[in-house]
């Protein structure tokens, strides 16, 4: 499976860019990046997903490099709602489900 | 927006007791995860379950662990005797299919607390 690497804490002011860096170096061809969320005790919170390409949601952009060996999560304008610990997760499948395997993740922490 | 249900949200049992944590996964999903999260710790994923079998369990899910859809609606973890380690947050998932780009929803999560 491939793993990811990502810094255990990050700081962003309020209305500011949050930039979340991922790398994955042993990412195989057909392997999406996942990022979620998990804010205090609640259930992980999908974000985006993406193969190739970057890719745009309501809630974040997502930046792969050309060698797909690491990305970054944007959160374009952060609130205070967004201090979260954030994952980025190489997608596990097989034959009858798959797996999330979740590291440490981010913290982030957006302060006023 | 459809969201995974879980039920209760907080359960205290004493050692050596069952419990039942149940979730509701979205309606048209067709497979169903059980994670934990140990305080202060990482989401661990412990068991899968499609067509009414487990497809793949995690060295946790022993054999005090079991899974059951019960009914149409319905996904169970049961522990058959507690222990104080198994006290964590149990996160239910479903997802509708088994292709990466296929998002897994997370539910709220059961906080379970062993005596």
């Known amino acids: 499976d491939a793993k990811t690497t990502q810094p255990p804490s990050m700081d962003c002011a309020e209305g500011r860019a949050a930039n979340l860096p991922c790398n994955h170096s042993?990412?195989?061809?057909?392997?999406?990046v996942y990022w979620y969320r998990q804010i205090h005790s609640q259930g992980p919170q999908y974000i985006i997903h993406g193969l190739k390409n970057n890719e745009t949601n309501e809630m974040a952009s997502l930046i792969i490099t050309e060698d797909r060996k690491s990305s970054t999560l944007i959160l374009p304008h952060a609130t205070l709602r967004d201090t979260a610990v954030y994952y980025c997760?190489?997608?596990?499948?097989?034959?009858?489900?798959?797996?999330?395997?979740f590291g440490a993740g981010t913290r982030l922490f957006v302060k006023a | 927006e459809p969201e995974v249900t879980q039920t209760p949200s907080h359960q205290v049992t004493q050692m050596g007791q069952e419990v039942i944590l149940r979730c509701v996964p979205i309606s048209n999903h067709l497979y169903f995860y059980w994670y934990r999260q140990i305080l202060g710790q990482k989401v661990e994923f412990l068991v899968s379950f499609y067509n009414n079998e487990i497809s793949e369990k995690s060295e946790i899910f022993d054999d005090q662990f079991s899974v059951e859809r019960p009914d149409g609606s319905n996904f169970t973890l049961k522990i058959r005797s507690t222990k104080l380690e198994d006290s964590a947050m149990y996160f239910c998932a479903s997802s509708s299919g088994t292709r990466s780009y296929n998002e897994q929803f997370f539910g709220p999560g059961t906080r379970l607390t062993v005596l």
């Open positions: 042993t990412i195989s061809g057909n392997e999406y």
């Open positions: 997760i190489v997608r596990v499948a097989y034959g009858g489900g798959f797996k999330t395997i």
